[in-house]
């Protein structure tokens, strides 16, 4: 009977054993998955991040492409202002010379 005994007893240890490593396995289970949310939501914060410091960064560059564009098209207009004031009363006298001419 001592035999029997024995193979019932590692029985129960080997049933306790494998109940103890599932028990493990559903901890690391569930552990591993808890990483996997966490890393998604960081990545997912971080790509958040980068899109928009992408954006500030492009709209920073546009704004300045606007600006350089805008002062440069000040400046050509700002020429024709000092060119017309120049030639204005030349151009009048041609015009009016022209009309009359006819």
Do not use: H, P
């Amino acid at each position: 009977m001592d035999i029997i005994a024995e193979i019932l007893e590692t029985d129960r240890l080997a049933e306790e054993s494998l109940a103890e490593a599932g028990k493990k396995c559903r901890e690391l289970i569930e552990s591993a998955e808890n990483r996997r949310r966490e890393l998604e939501a960081s990545v997912s914060g971080s790509t958040e991040k980068l899109t928009a410091e992408a954006e500030q960064r492009c709209a920073e560059k546009r704004d300045a492409a606007l600006a350089a564009a805008e002062s440069g098209r000040n400046a050509e207009i700002e020429k024709l202002e000092q060119v017309f004031d120049r030639s204005r009363e030349a151009w009048a006298q041609q015009i009016f010379e022209r009309i009359v001419s006819v």
